[in-house]
């Protein structure tokens, strides 16, 4: 994956990465939408990680970081290129960022029904934590 490039997104590659998100990612998020996107690279301009094969966006990963934890979201790889690297590329720039940032540790919202995607981050070194459950509260109207 010599020519594998990983980048932080831009307001220009919403739409782009929106797409993206509905061939490649699993499931939907209440935040999937263009001010979504928008307000998290306003707020974190170097959160939203894009990996490039050849000027082609094939893999995304959020790495959020609030000052005292760190949070990963959205990684999903093109499926035309998976197993080949790409999200461990990405979760290795997404770590790479939060110790830069004074980061311990990442934590990953990943669906329990993406048995596939068990195997990657298990692959990557993350496991669950059965003693939490996320609890949530949607604020919207």
Known sequence: MNDLHV???TPADLDAVLAF????????????????VARLVARDP????????????????????DGWRC???RLA??????????????????EERFRA??????????LDRNESAHHAWRAA?????PQW???VKHLDD
């Open 7 to 9: 980048r932080a997104g």
């Open 21 to 36: 998100w509905k061939d490649s990612a699993e499931g939907t998020s209440i935040s999937d939408d263009t001010d979504g």
């Open 46 to 65: 170097a959160s939203l990680l894009l990996a490039e094969l050849d000027g082609a966006l094939v893999g995304t990963v959020i790495a959020g970081f």
């Open 71 to 73: 949070h990963l979201y």
């Open 77 to 94: 790889v093109h499926p035309g290129h998976r197993r080949q690297g790409i999200g461990g590329t990405l979760l290795a720039a997404a």
């Open 101 to 110: 940032l004074g980061g311990r540790r990442g934590d990953a919202m990943v």
């Open 125 to 129: 070194g993350y496991a669950p934590e």
């Open 133 to 135: 459950s996320r609890w």
